[in-house]
T-cell receptor, first 114, second 113 residues
């Protein structure tokens, strides 16, 4: 598609439950990036993919967070055993190249942990 | 450590009152500086990319400029529909050369009719 599509728009989970977020990048874009926006405007890089391969995972918490980009499927970000501090808006972005190319963002998934 | 700082945090303008937003950066080898606009409940919308000092880009009432230490987003004769949060982000070189964006805190602009 012509836009990055993220689902669901809003996800509510009880503390300790699993949360799974999805992202369909723009067709033809090889790179996918995930960011976490916790406080207003504070973006934190989590992980990036080049097609289905992890490209940079330096921002991913060591435990509980995992992500995949499989062929012919939306990319996913999964959080096991969610904590209150995981409440945030999670943005996915895609780009044609990894440098010097603008990243195009989806509208995010708002994750609320109760 | 790579860092991006935007000022002011918030800006209120009257319609037609021109102003500038600032983005100061400290990065190891700038690969690109990006300006985005974000409306409430939406993802960042790409506006401009700047790559080297002296470069300028324009789009409608917006003009972005870049020096070796900072970038400015100039807004000429703004309209209420320009109200949004404007985000600055950089891609660094060196060991951070993987394309991840480092964002500033944003400037929330309100333009009153």
């Amino acid at each position: 598609g012509e836009e990055v599509a993220q689902t669901p728009k809003h996800l509510v989970r009880g503390e300790g439950q699993k949360a799974k977020l999805y992202c369909a990048p723009i067709k033809g874009h090889s790179y996918v990036f995930w960011y976490q926006q916790v406080l207003k405007n504070e973006f934190k890089f989590l992980i990036s993919f080049q097609n289905e391969n992890v490209f940079d995972e330096t921002g991913m918490p060591k435990e509980r967070f995992s992500a995949k980009c499989l062929p012919n499927s939306p990319c996913s970000l999964e959080i096991q055993a969610t904590k209150l501090e995981d409440s945030a808006v999670y943005f996915c972005a895609s780009s044609q190249g990894f440098l010097n190319q603008p990243q195009h963002f989806g509208d995010g998934t708002r994750l609320s942990i109760l | 450590e790579d860092q991006v700082t935007q000022s002011p945090e918030a800006l209120r303008l009257q319609e037609g009152e021109s102003s500038s937003l600032n983005c100061s950066y400290t990065v190891s080898g700038l690969r690109g500086l990006f300006w985005y606009r974000q409306d409430p409940g939406k993802g960042p919308e790409f506006l401009f990319t700047l790559y080297s000092a002296g470069e300028e880009k324009e789009k409608e009432r917006l003009k972005a400029t870049l020096t070796k230490k900072e970038s400015f987003l100039h807004i000429t004769a703004p309209k209420p529909e320009d109200s949004a949060t404007y985000l600055c982000a950089v891609q660094a070189g060196g060991s951070s050369n993987t394309g991840k964006l480092i964002f500033g805190q944003g400037t929330t602009l309100q333009v009153k009719p």
